[in-house]
């Protein structure tokens, strides 16, 4: 099963880092205030970042993992993520 693990932009500027099987109903459930309490509190603004992974052992390992990175090497992937060029989709 096919798991993704994200990072969200609030309106106070933070990133929010959490995992998901289903990337669109994650960020609709975020910013109709459905989501994590802290994006309820913060409001999601934008999608910023996001990789997917084989399945939900792997996204909490990774989720762990970029949650203990440190603002600037989140930042980091944040702008290499946005500068990549967009991946090609399957007609």
Not at 1 to 27: F, Q, S
Not at 60 to 86: D, G, N, T
Request: glycine share 4%; hydrophobic share 35%.
């Amino acid at each position: 099963m096919t798991a993704y693990v994200y990072m969200i932009r609030c309106a106070n500027g933070h990133l929010y880092t959490g995992w998901t099987n289903d990337l669109a109903a994650r960020l609709e459930a975020h910013r109709s205030g459905r989501g994590a309490r802290y994006t309820r509190s913060f409001r999601a603004v934008s999608l910023v970042y996001y990789e997917t992974v084989a399945d939900r052992s792997e996204a909490l390992r990774r989720e762990y993992a970029i949650k203990h990175l440190s603002k600037a090497e989140k930042e980091a992937m944040v702008v290499r993520f946005q500068s990549a060029p967009a991946p090609k989709s399957e007609c």
